[in-house]
């Protein structure tokens, strides 16, 4: 059911979405998605509570489950971001005022970034999509989750430009050339209607070394990015 769920909430969000869409996505009656939850609002937050969490179950909850409160939704969903979407290398890489290797530094970073997005492709595929038409999703998404990672990206671009680690350039700008492209390759490029074959993993490796050259001066504290040693 949550599988069906996700499918029609990535297609056409959750307010265009209806339950016999999910009930024909199942092959099923759409009556007997009701002895399970009392809305498509109940199926779309448990499948939030879902993500990141495989071990969620329906086991000694009351059912048919009730319908939530967008208020709830948008704080479950809040909660399900900050726990399944950390970013540790680029939070220890902003409190860092000098460091050795600026290109590896930056891989990593990338690196997570990429990582994390593909492991959330598909709740934030639903969440996107839902969140054009719902505000208070919108705000979610696009204010708060979109922004806080265009802000932390931009503060950690500029920091290593003042310390010569990278090239001049509109930091906003830079972070926002980051995220861009890790999000096409680790996320959008999948719902491409026809996508072109790549390998998934020469995909994130590519990705990874272009963006983290393109930063990197070729001059950097601690030595010169082209003599350094390239990680494989």
């Given at each position: ?156 671009v500029a920091i290593r430009m003042t310390t010569g680690d990278f090239h001049p350039a509109d930091p906003p700008t830079a972070a926002r050339f980051i995220v861009e492209s890790v999000t096409f390759f680790a996320r959008h490029r999948f719902q491409d209607p026809h996508p072109q074959e ?35």
């Amino acid at each position: 059911m949550l599988a069906a769920a996700a499918r029609v909430f990535g297609r056409t969000g959750l307010k265009q979405a209806r339950m016999t869409d999910i009930a024909r996505e199942m092959g099923v009656a759409h009556g007997s998605l009701y002895n399970y939850v009392e809305s498509k609002e109940a199926l779309f937050l448990l499948l939030v509570e879902q993500w990141g969490r495989p071990d969620v179950t329906l086991e000694g909850r009351e059912l048919p489950l009730r319908t939530p409160s967008m208020a709830s939704i948008v704080e479950q969903l809040r909660q399900r971001v900050h726990d399944t979407f950390p970013l540790p290398s680029l939070d220890a890489a902003m409190k860092r005022k000098k460091v050795a290797d600026a290109h590896e530094e930056l891989r990593a970073i990338v690196l997570e970034l990429f990582l994390q997005t593909e492991r959330s492709r598909d709740g934030a595929t639903i969440l996107e999509r839902s969140a054009r038409e719902v505000p208070e999703l919108f705000g979610l998404f696009f204010e708060q989750v979109r922004r806080d990672l265009f802000a932390r990206l931009t503060r950690y671009v500029a920091i290593r430009m003042t310390t010569g680690d990278f090239h001049p350039a509109d930091p906003p700008t830079a972070a926002r050339f980051i995220v861009e492209s890790v999000t096409f390759f680790a996320r959008h490029r999948f719902q491409d209607p026809h996508p072109q074959e790549l390998d998934d993993d020469a995909v994130r490796q590519t990705i990874v070394d272009l963006v983290s050259r393109s930063l990197v001066s070729p001059v950097a504290k601690g030595g010169t990015t082209g003599s350094r040693k390239r990680r494989t």
